[in-house]
């Protein structure tokens, strides 16, 4: 129903900066939520940064002051720029929206993930 599509990952020396989109297609009502998901090697997955319709945003604190989420509706496209990369930041990162679906003029809830990119921080 919706798909979504990351990209902007790949390998970046510590201290440097790298900005991932997540475009969403499909049959696409609204999106009431968007945001980053992030899974090491040996970890859980967790949530980095979020951003709601009103664009309220929420961070990891481990991100805060370093990486900055956005979006643009006109586009169904949520970015996170990420500044000031440690090798702590390594993982695949994931993308995932909620809202509302309209297959064949049909309303219901849906829930998208993304297939992940890497994001590898090393010298």
């Known amino acids: 129903q919706v798909q979504l599509v990351e990209s902007g990952g790949g390998l970046v020396q510590p201290g440097g900066s790298l900005r991932l989109s997540c475009a969403a297609s499909?049959?696409?009502?609204?999106?009431?939520?968007m945001g980053w998901h992030r899974q090491a090697p040996g970890k859980q997955r967790e949530l980095v940064a979020g951003?709601?319709?009103?664009?309220?945003?929420n961070y990891a604190e481990s991100v805060k002051g370093r990486f900055t989420i956005t979006r643009d509706d006109a586009k169904n496209t949520v970015y996170l720029q990420m500044n000031s990369l440690n090798p702590e930041d390594t993982a695949v990162y994931y993308c995932?929206?909620?809202?509302?679906?309209?297959?064949?003029?049909?309303?219901?809830?849906?829930?998208?993930w993304g297939q992940g990119i890497q994001v590898t921080v090393s010298s």
């Open positions: 951003i709601t319709s009103s664009s309220m945003t």
């Open positions: 995932k929206a909620d809202g509302i679906a309209t297959p064949f003029g049909r309303r219901q809830p849906f829930t998208s």
């Open positions: 499909g049959s696409i009502g609204s999106i009431y939520a």
